[in-house]
């Protein structure tokens, strides 16, 4: 029986926005660099990613952000500080805004089941995202506070431990396949996949289940069945 729902925060219940493209256009400005923002910002992911997996021992998300640009500003020939130039970045993170589905089902949902986020985040940046509405989690953790990120099984035990569930009482739902539902199969808890820019997901998806919004989560807490497309 499903006792807790925990939720992935950015892409699944906040929204990112264009933030970090806009970010990455103010840095190549600064730099007086004619790169295409939205390259700049692919690759940045791309190198954001590598350089999580790597860590030998945790550290921050703002300092892999500037390991992040660094490594950017190497690759791209451009002769200017990263430790200057990576403000707008990290002032990104902030004010971003919840999807417009998300606190009316939470609201419903507090009801019946616990609630919390589990984010691969700096604790400061999410928790005034979370903003006002911290009343609708029984608990709000970072890979800030586990010392660990998804889809490392570290995260996600570490996780299992401070909510005080067992596996089979939980339900995680997030947006990437890759850190949200293989991290969170691969502890044995069940996951749902919120494609929300309906995409088009590989009959091998390794989801329990998939929905487009926080609406349809409804529908599979009210019948759990197996759902992959």
């Not at 933030?19 to 791309?46: C, H, M, R």
């Not at 609201?107 to 985040?121: E, P, R, T």
Request: aromatic residues 10%.
């Amino acid at each position: 029986m499903i006792k807790a729902l925990v939720f992935d925060c950015y892409g699944t219940i906040i929204s990112t926005g264009n933030g970090s493209v806009e970010a990455s256009k103010i840095i190549l400005n600064n730099v007086k660099s004619q790169i295409d923002p939205k390259i700049f910002y692919k690759t940045w992911k791309k190198i954001h990613k590598e350089n999580i997996q790597k860590l030998k021992h945790f550290c921050t998300e703002e300092k892999i952000f500037n390991n992040d640009l660094k490594m950017l500003f190497q690759e791209y020939g451009i002769k200017n500080s990263p430790r200057k130039n990576i403000k707008p970045m990290l002032n990104s993170l902030y004010n971003r805004k919840y999807f417009d589905d998300v606190i009316i089902n939470l609201v419903q949902l507090k009801n019946k089941y616990s609630i919390f986020i589990a984010s691969n985040s700096d604790t400061k940046p999410l928790m005034e995202n979370v903003g006002n509405e911290k009343y609708l989690f029984n608990g709000i953790y970072t890979s800030e506070i586990l010392r660990a990120y998804k889809p490392s099984n570290i995260f996600f035990e570490k996780l299992l431990i401070k909510i005080n569930y067992n596996k089979d009482e939980v339900l995680f739902i997030g947006d990437s396949i890759e850190d949200d539902i293989i991290g969170a199969n691969t502890v044995g808890l069940k996951s749902v996949l919120v494609n929300r820019k309906n995409k088009v997901i590989d009959e091998n998806c390794p989801a329990n289940y998939i929905i487009n919004n926080i609406y349809e989560l409804n529908n599979i807490l009210n019948s759990i069945r197996p759902h992959c497309i």
